[in-house]
């Protein structure tokens, strides 16, 4: 795109706090990590073990997120351009997976098949748990795609394979590099199926680095590595993303929905029915099953206590997400160039980390700097709001992308200053998305473990916190319940995320 | 709770009537408790508590009715307690740590965070069990044991080393991810040292022993005769005992009493935070877990061992001294991350 316009400070500064925010955690790794002199870091770098953990999590990124690729563009492609019937269901369940924890699912899959454990498990597990996240995009920019190239490449005589291969792919390619980058710093960063799975990856050493070694020094320098990972992807995203041309016009609405060939549907509904067995069924079937066999001794005031609360940390988290990301956003999307780069690498760059040490990064800070907070609500929120930022910052982006610049020009050329405009024009286009990425930040502060359990003020109980504590002893019985109802409730926000991310009409 | 049935709503009666008994003839530790209270009274105090709230609320609740100070608990995982307090540093709101191992207590002590203890409270515990020192002291204890199924093996194994015949091939079970089993696995390289533990894991592992999630489910496969043999903890078998009845349990305990890793007593224990302002009101709570009252809890409630004279014991163990631990310092059971190496190495922890 040729339109280089300079930001409104209006947009520069809060975007650029957001910046910032995200990269705090950097601050407590770099201490941490050089506490004990830069040696101890360089020694652990360079250790063969961290080479192998290095190999081992790069192949499993690698290979979850190729999986991921696959399984939801296909997800995609059946839900926006088949002509089944009920695609507007099937893409809410097909999104479920999104609400189910990664430890619960894990678990699940453990119980159900022992021998599952080790690289092959955690490849299923952390598909099933995000391939949500190549479909919701992929299938949102299917919906708005032009579908005429297709035909006209299947009345030149392209079989309906190729055609989609070849055409309808390509104008989907930035939806799915997108997705994969998010896809590739979740595998990164998840601790749940890979401690579940007992498969050693970076995450796993660096919990065991605090639990067992009680070693900050070695956790952090590992973290740093993982930013450094992180770092990589992002670059690589970014040149994939920017190498294809994007659609300048929404065009004329057209209906999206093809009769494919039964050789095209069969194969796609297969992977669909599968993921739907897979990515919920079995968690679901699991802890119904733990539910009736521990329902005798469930405290119900309880269960309904930890419900509330949940849902309220991520409706706080959601909300404060979605502040700190808008200006984000439409930096990215209408401002390129590289004060956007910038900030858009520092928002994703700790996407990486796993929670424990954002957590106590926030601990680090938060003692220091604001003891009358620490162990509040507001730091918990804090510590979620730098976790999920990346996911509402690329919802956000992506809806303005879409969303027809010339209204923008039309409301300039009226008169309407550059701040109003975004207030009147480009933030009430994007709403969908801005409503997609807060319900994914909302989903995610559900989910949350790790940070729940270290900063939530002392005696606040959440599901996922509840769920934790009833795995520990050895009465699974009574965690059932509690899986169950955070696995309903996630489900609200996922089925309004998929709702609003593709059903939005083509403008 | 399982715990809440009937047979062992007896046994916790019997160890609460043991209390009342015992406590008459304990009365040292009871008046330095009640002295306490009087200057504490209605302030409140911080626990990291790394044991579980299913387990621990009730004595808590009781510890405040009794005493009057209350209570903030924290509940999280031993390790990441620690990992926490190590974050905070002096600036931690905690004033008082309780742990589920001696690792974590030795890393909040070498990071010096922790303030040394009265002699009264350090002398209730025998020095085995307890800081060198004098930071932290074992509230209650949990013995390595060998449980067996009698139907398959007539008599146990005399040793660690007797496991490693093949005629136990694919009949031992063990719980890999497990903290205790990697504690037990941290104390035999702290007593063979890392050639020698890494000769018995690589027989184990010739062996092929059977992996399961928890100790539990290895006491259950034992019990149904699915294997014969389980590296666990002394006090799951009286867990199942008083859930389905002793009638229907078959497993035993073997205890090795040996001074070999198998014979490790580890523990749960207690410090006091050097940044604490409530040293007094902390100190009430560390007495008040070392007290009659305290210690017949533990053995009650979680059928472990007790760690001052005067409680007895309801469940026929051999006493603690007679378990003939290794001669460890249970604070080096914090590297723990050395033994996942290991075994990780010998194929025992990922698999």
Known sequence: ?507 | MKLCNRSNLRVTSFALLLAMFSACSGTTTETAGSTTAVQTNGETITIYSGRNETLMSALFTQFSNETGVKLEVRYGDSGELAALLLTEGDKSPADIFFAQDAGALGAVESAGLLSPLPSDVTDAVDAKFRSKNGKWVATSGRARVLIYNPDLVASPPASLDDLLDPKFEKKIGYAPSNASWQSFVTALRLTRGEAGARAWLTGLAANKPIAYEKNGAVRDAVNSGEISLGLINHYYLYELISKIGADKVVAKNHFFKDQDAGSLVNIAGVGVLASSKKTEAALSMVRYLLSVAGQSYFAGKTFEYPMTPGVIQFVSLPSLMELNSPPIDLADLKTIEETQELLERVGLLTK
């Open chain 1, 1 to 507: 795109m040729s339109r280089v316009l300079r930001a409104p400070v209006a947009i520069v500064a809060p975007a650029m706090l957001a910046g910032v925010v995200a990269l705090l955690p950097l601050i407590y790794l770099m201490d941490a990590s050089l506490s004990q002199g830069f040696g101890a870091a360089v020694r652990e770098i360079i250790d063969a073990r961290t080479t192998i953990l290095l190999i081992r999590t790069i192949l499993l990124t690698l290979i979850v997120t190729t999986l991921c690729v696959m399984v939801g563009t296909i997800n995609a492609w059946l839900v926006v351009r088949s002509s089944l019937p009920f695609r507007p269901v099937l893409l809410i369940l097909l999104a479920m997976p999104l609400a189910i924890p990664s430890y619960l699912s894990a678990f699940a899959w453990v119980s159900w098949i022992p021998t599952m454990k080790g690289f092959f498990g955690a490849s299923i597990v952390l598909t099933l748990a995000s391939y949500p996240y190549v479909m919701l995009p992929v299938a949102a920019m299917l919906r708005s795609a032009d579908p005429m190239l297709e035909d006209i490449a299947r009345s030149l005589g392209v079989g309906a394979y190729s055609a989609i291969l070849q055409v309808t792919l390509k104008q989907v390619a930035p939806a799915i590099w997108a997705g994969s980058l998010l896809v590739a710093l979740y595998v990164v960063s998840d601790f749940g199926a890979v401690a579940t799975m007992r498969l050693e990856t970076f995450t796993w050493v660096i919990y065991g680095a605090y639990r067992a070694g009680f070693n900050p020094t070695r956790a952090a320098t590992l973290a740093l590595m993982l930013v450094a990972l992180a770092l990589l992807l992002i670059l690589l995203e970014k040149r994939l993303r920017t190498r294809v041309s994007q659609r300048i016009g929404s065009g004329t609405a057209r209906s999206t929905v093809r009769r494919a060939p039964l050789t095209v549907v069969a194969p796609a509904s297969i992977i669909a029915i599968t993921s739907l067995g897979f990515g919920i069924g079995v968690p679901l079937i699991s802890s119904i099953r733990w539910a009736r066999n521990g329902t005798a001794t469930t405290d119900w005031s309880e269960v309904f206590g930890t419900i509330i609360s949940s849902f309220w940390i991520g409706l706080l988290t959601g909300t404060a997400t979605v502040l700190l990301a808008l200006p984000v956003g439409i930096l990215l999307a209408r401002f390129k160039g590289p004060l956007a780069n910038i900030t858009e690498g520092s928002v994703f760059v700790t996407h990486s980390l796993p929670g424990v040490v954002v957590a106590l990064s926030v601990v680090y800070l938060g003692i220091n700097l604001v003891r009358p907070l620490y162990q509040q609500l507001p730091l918990l929120i804090f510590g979620q709001v730098i976790i999920f930022l990346p996911l509402v910052v690329g919802a956000v982006r992506t809806s303005i992308e879409q969303s027809r610049i010339a209204l923008e020009d039309v409301s300039r050329s009226l008169g309407v200053s550059r701040m109003a405009t975004i207030f009147r024009v480009t933030i009430p286009l994007a709403v969908p998305g801005i409503a997609a990425g807060g319900a994914l930040a909302v989903l995610g502060a559900m989910k949350e473990l790790p940070t729940t359990l270290i900063l939530r003020p002392t005696s606040v109980e959440t599901l996922a916190t509840s769920i934790w504590k009833h795995s520990v002893v050895s009465d699974f019985g009574a965690v059932g319940p509690y899986a169950v109802a955070l696995m309903f409730l996630a489900a609200l926000p996922t089925a309004l995320l998929s709702h609003v991310a593709v059903a939005k009409s083509v403008k």
